[in-house]
């Protein structure tokens, strides 16, 4: 056991830079802040300062304590000289370990630091990513201390790359309501890891939805009320309890419904399973809300390529009544249905945007020259732009009253395919700028009749040959790229990282499933991804259409 233990310790040393791995989990006491991630297996604990350490070592070894959030980051701390002012929670730079230079000049009074940059998470944990190729300098000044060199001035945040980065930060989603109150909207955000429960909670009492998401959800917790303290506790009987002041118990009975409803969703990311607003030390009454579920109906909607429109059930395709019809008269080349199935939005073989309704009703709606594909919205309109004019974004009432959207897509020259998430109050869209394809996302806002898009908030600078998205769920939109003949599926994280994986040979269509992908290819093939494998659905598809969610 010696050995096997020593021979995983010098890996960690290797692997982790000097840093070792010590366990985290197992029992909490009551009143002692919970544990944000029951999964998380060690935490880490870096060196200090060596003695005789030059200025240049000093500083690498100052960037490497950023790793070790404990007690406030005080490891980092040991590498300040007294008296220094260095605030670690300002920001994360998110980096190559490869790339990262440190560089004294001749007296060692000063070190710059290169790096290639990757992402950052600002102050109240929303991430970033950088534009490729994107290079920072970090400049600090050291004097001897007691004849060791140390830190005399120094950036606020820290500094960790990118295999490190999610082992000491972990993502937690802060739970708004839409404007309906109707919907669970997650705000993506990233906390050290032994703070989770905390930061989070913070945030969402006393923070602000991330900027370019504000104006398009709403909070349920009043601006004037604040936590009592800034930590989560845990009840002898292991219920997390959120401390709050005398002001809440003025409050009426559908405002605390809801904000135990944004609580205990916000905190199930952090690991907590059962949460309790408290005033004094008293349980406040309060209930959870049902919500209306975002999910996607497990049979695929199509189009056949004998015209038949309805929900694949095996080999078999059912007609949606009177709807199927009206679509099927329309002759689509795409197809999105609301949740409830009574309207269609479909993009006709002519380039025209139109409706079809559950009464067997149809509307001719928009007519400009290169539609894309439109999408519903969560009141029932179907949002409708030119690929070349991003700025002439419309939304129409099913039967063809339109409404301009303001500030769609500033600085972009093209929009290549958009969609409105399904709890309403976001679109991702392909976009092209300075001839770069980009992914971007916006919040809807709603200001009396008027209906604008938020600051657009990129989730990737380059998606080079992107040609179609889709929302795989509440925070994972889904993009399929082609370089070079070869089609890659990119799974962007709505405030995180993503990955890249395979599809199909000649996919062309995408679309979020209940638990999965599909992927319509050229062929006519409807493929559906089941673990990281592709399963044939269907063959002789000509259209997947895209479900706004699920009647049940």
């Not at 701390?77 to 300002?90: E, I, S, V």
């Not at 679509?327 to 999105?336: G, Y």
């Not at 209906?451 to 993009?479: C, I, N, Q, R, Y």
């Not at 990282?497 to 062309?508: D, L, N, Q, W, Y």
Request: charged share 20%.
């Amino acid at each position: 056991m010696k050995r096997a233990f020593a021979g995983l310790s010098l890996l960690l040393v290797l692997v982790l830079s000097a840093c070792t791995g010590l366990p985290t989990t197992g029992y909490v006491n009551p009143g002692r802040g919970p544990e944000g991630d029951q999964t998380q297996q060690f935490a880490f604990v870096p060196d200090g300062p060596l003695e005789d350490a030059s200025p240049a070592e000093i500083v690498e070894g100052f960037l490497r304590a950023g790793s070790g959030p404990a007690d406030d980051w005080a490891t980092a701390k040991l590498f300040l000289a007294p008296g220094t002012q260095w605030d670690p929670r300002a920001r994360v730079t998110i980096d190559r370990l490869a790339d990262r230079r440190a560089t004294a000049v001749p007296d060692g009074t000063s070190v710059g630091v290169q790096l290639s940059t990757i992402a950052g998470v600002d102050a109240d944990g929303a991430y970033s990513p950088a534009v490729s190729g994107a290079t920072e300098t970090l400049s600090f000044t050291l004097a001897r201390v007691d004849d060791q060199w140390r830190i005399t001035s120094a950036p606020d945040g820290v500094v960790l790359y990118e295999e490190v980065f999610p082992t000491v930060y972990q993502a937690a989603s802060v739970a708004y309501f839409d404007p309906t109150w109707s919907f669970i909207v997650p705000d993506v955000r990233w906390f050290p890891r032994p703070l989770v429960a905390s930061r989070v909670t913070t945030a969402l009492v006393d923070g602000q939805p991330s900027a370019w998401l504000s104006g398009a959800v709403k909070n349920a917790f009043p601006d004037g009320l604040s936590l009592v303290g800034r930590s989560v506790t845990l009840s002898s009987s292991g219920v997390a309890q959120v401390q709050l002041p005398q002001a809440a118990l003025s409050l009426d009975r559908t405002t605390l419904d809801r904000m135990q409803t944004q609580l205990t969703r916000s905190l199930a990311t952090a690991g907590i399973s059962e949460v309790q607003m408290t005033v004094d030390g008293t349980p406040i009454a309060a209930t959870e809300l049902p919500v209306k579920a975002t999910r996607v109906d497990p049979s695929p909607a199509v189009l056949t390529t004998d015209g038949t429109f309805g929900v694949l059930s095996g080999e078999t395709v059912e007609t949606i009544p009177t709807l199927s019809d009206a679509v099927e008269s329309l002759a689509p080349t795409s197809v999105e249905l609301e949740a409830d199935r009574s309207l269609a939005a479909v993009l006709t073989q002519q380039g025209a945007v139109a409706s079809a309704l559950a009464d067997g009703g149809t509307f001719l709606l928009d007519d400009r020259a290169g539609l894309l594909p439109p999408s519903i919205d969560a009141t029932g309109e179907i949002w409708s732009v030119p690929r070349s004019a991003p700025s002439q974004l419309r939304a129409y009432t099913p039967q063809g009253v339109p409404r301009d959207i303001g500030n769609a897509w500033p600085d972009a020259s093209e929009v290549v395919s958009f969609q409105i998430s399904r709890d309403g109050t976001r679109v991702a869209a392909i976009v092209t700028v300075a001839g770069v394809r980009e992914v971007w996302l916006a919040g809807i806002v709603r200001e009396g009749n008027a209906v604008s898009l938020g600051p657009p908030h990129v989730l990737s600078f380059s998606e080079p040959g992107a040609f179609d998205l889709a929302w795989l769920d509440d925070t994972v939109v889904g993009v399929l790229t082609s370089v070079d003949g070869a089609a890659r599926l990119d799974e962007l994280n709505v405030g995180g990282r993503g990955t890249v994986g395979p599809v199909p040979e000649s996919a062309k269509a995408i679309a979020g499933g209940s638990a999965t992908v599909r992927i319509l290819d050229d062929s006519g093939r409807l493929f559906s991804r089941r673990g990281s494998s592709w399963t044939l659905v269907a063959s002789d598809i000509r259209v997947l259409a895209v479900q706004q969610g699920t009647t049940s």
